[in-house]
C-alpha cells in the first residue's frame, strides 16, 4: 500500500526542526513527496516511525532536513519588495554608511534572490564597496547557484532589456546564464542557520520563509 502524508503528519515534520508551516504551504506538495519516498527508502511504514529513526540517526537527521529544503524561486520574486529595495532601503544603506555594506541570504537556494540583488545594486550605480554572504543547508543548490544558469521562468519578472543585459543565452535561446561581473564578489556557504550566522554585524538580511 503506497505511503500517503498529510498536512498534519507534515507539520510533525516542520516542527521537529523549527521550520514554519506558512513558508511550506504553498510548495508542501512536492517537499511532502521527497519525504515520502524518503520514508519508503528506509523500510518506515509512517511518520511516527519515520521520526523515531531521525532520532536514532543524525545521517537521516541530516538526509530529511536536505529534503526539506526548497529551490522553487525566480528573479525579483516579490516585485514591491525589490521596488523598496531600490528607491528606498538600499539608498538609504548608503547615505548612512559609508564604508561596505554587508548583506546576507540565508537560505539562497539556487541563487535567484542574491543575483537580483547585484541587478539592483549594479542599477543604483554606487562606487560603494558591497560584500554578500549566500548560505544554504543544501549543496547541491549552491553548486547550482555559482553555475548562474536559469530556465526562462525564472526570469519572467524581467524586462527584455534586463535579461539582455545581465544574462548569456545559454543552448538557443531557453536557458540563460548570468553574466561573470555579477558571479563574482560572492561568498557561497553550505551552512544551517540553527548553527548561528556566518558572520555578524549585516546591514541587511534576507530569509526564506521555512526559516521564519
Not at 504551504?25 to 511518520?47: N, P, S
Not at 516585485?79 to 548583506?103: A, H, T, V
Request: proline fraction near 3%.
Amino acid at each position: 500500500m503506497a505511503l500517503v502524508m498529510d498536512d498534519d503528519q507534515f507539520k510533525l515534520i516542520l516542527d521537529r526542526f523549527g521550520y514554519s508551516w506558512s513558508g511550506y504551504r504553498k510548495v508542501r506538495k512536492g517537499v511532502k513527496k521527497r519525504i515520502v519516498r524518503h520514508m519508503q527508502k528506509i523500510g518506515c511504514r509512517d511518520v511516527n516511525e519515520y521520526t523515531a529513526n531521525l532520532t536514532d540517526s543524525a545521517d537521516l537527521h541530516s538526509d530529511c532536513e536536505k529534503l526539506l529544503t526548497v529551490s522553487i524561486s525566480r528573479f525579483f520574486r516579490d516585485k514591491k519588495l525589490w521596488e523598496g529595495l531600490e528607491r528606498q532601503i538600499l539608498p538609504e544603506l548608503l547615505n548612512d554608511f559609508k564604508g561596505s555594506i554587508q548583506i546576507l541570504s540565508a537560505g539562497c537556494a539556487r541563487g535567484e534572490e542574491i543575483y537580483s540583488l547585484k541587478i539592483v545594486w549594479d542599477l543604483l550605480n554606487n562606487p560603494a564597496g558591497l560584500t554578500l554572504n549566500a548560505v544554504d543547508l543544501n549543496p547541491e543548490y549552491i553548486s547550482a547557484a555559482k553555475t548562474g544558469v536559469y530556465n526562462r521562468g525564472s526570469l519572467k519578472e524581467l524586462s527584455p532589456e534586463l535579461i539582455s543585459t545581465y544574462f548569456s543565452p545559454v543552448r538557443g535561446r531557453h536557458r540563460f546564464e548570468i553574466i561573470p561581473e555579477l558571479k563574482a564578489d560572492i561568498s557561497w556557504q553550505v551552512g544551517n542557520l540553527a548553527d548561528g550566522l556566518p558572520v555578524s554585524n549585516y546591514h541587511l538580511n534576507f530569509a526564506r520563509k521555512s526559516a521564519l
